[in-house]
């Protein structure tokens, strides 16, 4: 949460038997140097896209745990041929104990199916979290050619499994060369080594705007309960499922990449008792929504979208009494509010399977654009992409959510403020593109109109910031009428109304939630 108000105002190589691993880009390491430009191509340089694979194999505990063993030497492999020609003993030696550990899944009856899904690994359908952060820069190989898939079947021998090393360890160059990689894949005629190309699945559906609020409560109502779980088992010091974060946040991205207005409407929703559980919710949904306007790559979203929800889980480890006390903070109180970011991300850091992306998020938000934020890193660096997307999102639901120590800021104030701020504590960009997905007044904003009228914003406007859709529920004299929809945006339909000001809905009494079924 922001805390403006309240102020004075890499895992080792698995493959350690092939040549050292080429350091990981900034974006993934936290260390960023780069420019913007530079480092978003190095976020987006995955293709998002979702392997078309299947799997009913079950697969045992033991399998399970080996197929760590099968993606170091999958890896090594990769390593080894970058260095030598397939015909070299070390690559062939890389090859023979591949297949050692390939040949014990297929004695027990089973191939050996991986998939490369969205920045994560998969044996058939179950994640292997621990291996996804492990073998980072192989998910990155593999997706980079299109092989969203890598399946061993049984019959596989040693000689086959070495003619399928130009494939098993190619990379874009040799793809290209080839004429793509099913002209690749064709070439070595290797039958029990079958890659996946990677497809586009769209889900093709329809669905009414009631029905797309109710996936998107369901949505929402699930990342407020891992919010709460996350609570109990930091404060009984148990660990925390990496896979359950991810999961939340998986129907989160797809919400709001599919459904992103009646997910923006939601993070309106406030709950003063809830506050902290609310605000992560929301600051996740508005970082999302704000991160799908720069990319959809998937697995930066994913990875935003976990830093996002997470980003104060600090304060988890912080006596409720300082984090909701009416008055200003002690000095000695203040400086145990501004740990709350190092808290957060050294309890991340111990959780298997989390991007070290989101680590960083947690780490940063409170830094600041100008990096005159708290905590502060020496050498100075820029913050990541991610960071910044998430201090924009936090801030502006700080703003506008009632507190113990503040009361709650209008819609259009706390986007003016945004403003006045871009440049020192926001990255200017960033803010234009928030206020531009928002609009001025954001959904669930409760308006006065020029007309004398009341209504509530329903969405922002596709053309123009000052004037997004409404629905009008009360005429000029304050007389509640049958609600009806105005686009702000088209001069005839709305007969020339303008927006004047937001409105308390809080103070009026009203129930914006009563308007919006």
């Given at each position: 949460?922001?805390?403006?108000?309240?102020?004075?105002?890499?895992?080792?190589?698995?493959?350690?038997?092939?040549?050292?691993?080429?350091?990981?880009?900034?974006?993934?390491?936290?260390?960023?140097?780069?420019?913007?430009?530079?480092?978003?191509?190095?976020?987006?340089?995955?293709?998002?896209?979702?392997?078309?694979?299947?799997?009913?194999?079950?697969?045992?505990?033991?399998?399970?745990?080996?197929?760590?063993?099968?993606?170091?030497?999958?890896?090594?492999?990769?390593?080894?041929?970058?260095?030598?020609?397939?015909?070299?003993?070390?690559?062939?030696?890389?090859?023979?104990?591949?297949?050692?550990?390939?040949?014990?899944?297929?004695?027990?009856?089973?191939?050996?199916?991986?998939?490369?899904?969205?920045?994560?690994?998969?044996?058939?359908?179950?994640?292997?979290?621990?291996?996804?952060?492990?073998?980072?820069?192989?998910?990155?190989?593999?997706?980079?050619?299109?092989?969203?898939?890598?399946?061993?079947?049984?019959?596989?021998s040693v000689a086959e499994l070495e003619r399928a090393v130009p494939v098993i360890g190619a990379d874009t160059m040799d793809v290209a060369a080839a004429g793509g990689l099913d002209k690749l894949i064709a070439a070595v005629g290797a039958s029990h080594v079958v890659v996946g190309a990677v497809t586009v699945v769209e889900a093709q559906r329809k669905t009414s705007q009631i029905e797309d609020r109710e996936i998107a409560k369901q949505a929402y109502g699930g990342a407020l309960e891992l919010m709460r779980e996350l609570e109990r088992v930091i404060k009984t010091n148990q660990a925390v499922s990496s896979s359950q974060v991810k999961g939340v946040v998986r129907s989160l991205v797809d919400n709001v990449l599919n459904n992103r207005y009646a997910m923006l409407e939601l993070t309106g929703l406030k709950n003063y008792d809830e506050y902290t559980f609310y605000h992560s919710v929301n600051v996740a949904i508005l970082s999302l929504a704000l991160g799908s306007t720069v990319t959809q790559d998937y697995r930066f979203l994913s990875s935003l979208g976990v830093g996002a929800l997470m980003h104060d889980i600090g304060k988890l480890s912080i006596d409720l009494a300082i984090l909701n006390k009416p008055g200003s903070l002690t000095s000695e109180e203040w400086a145990l509010v501004r740990q709350h970011p190092v808290y957060g991300a050294e309890a991340a850091a111990t959780m298997p399977g989390l991007d070290r992306a989101s680590i960083v998020v947690i780490l940063e938000h409170h830094m600041r654009h100008d990096l005159s934020g708290y905590p502060q890193r020496v050498p100075m660096r820029r913050m990541h992409l991610s960071s910044r997307i998430v201090s924009v999102a936090d801030a502006y639901d700080a703003m506008t959510s009632r507190r113990s120590y503040s009361a709650a800021r209008l819609q259009d104030e706390g986007m003016s403020l945004l403003a006045k701020n871009a440049g020192t504590a926001f990255d200017p960009a960033l803010v234009r593109l928030f206020i531009t997905l928002m609009g001025v007044y954001p959904p669930r904003s409760v308006v006065r109109l020029e007309t004398g009228e009341t209504g509530v914003v329903l969405g922002a406007g596709e053309a123009d910031a000052l004037r997004p859709k409404v629905r009008?529920?009360?005429?000029?004299?304050?007389?509640?009428?049958?609600?009806?929809?105005?686009?702000?945006?088209?001069?005839?339909?709305?007969?020339?109304?303008?927006?004047?000001?937001?409105?308390?809905?809080?103070?009026?009494?009203?129930?914006?939630?009563?308007?919006?079924?």
């Open positions: 949460m922001s805390d403006e108000t309240k102020e004075p105002d890499s895992p080792s190589d698995p493959a350690s038997a092939a040549p050292p691993e080429e350091p990981l880009p900034a974006w993934a390491t936290g260390e960023a140097t780069q420019p913007a430009s530079e480092s978003f191509e190095d976020v987006v340089s995955a293709p998002g896209f979702v392997p078309d694979v299947r799997s009913t194999a079950t697969f045992s505990s033991k399998q399970i745990e080996r197929a760590r063993d099968v993606l170091t030497r999958l890896y090594a492999v990769r390593r080894t041929v970058r260095f030598y020609p397939p015909e070299h003993p070390a690559a062939r030696d890389a090859v023979r104990t591949l297949h050692e550990v390939l040949a014990k899944y297929h004695a027990e009856g089973v191939d050996v199916p991986l998939a490369f899904f969205e920045g994560e690994i998969f044996l058939g359908e179950r994640f292997l979290p621990e291996e996804s952060v492990l073998f980072d820069q192989l998910i990155r190989d593999m997706t980079a050619i299109g092989a969203g898939s890598l399946t061993f079947v049984r019959g596989l009008v529920i009360a005429d000029a004299a304050g007389t509640m009428v049958e609600p009806f929809d105005v686009d702000l945006a088209d001069p005839v339909a709305s007969r020339g109304r303008q927006i004047a000001r937001c409105l308390d809905s809080e103070g009026m009494n009203v129930d914006v939630e009563d308007f919006l079924q």
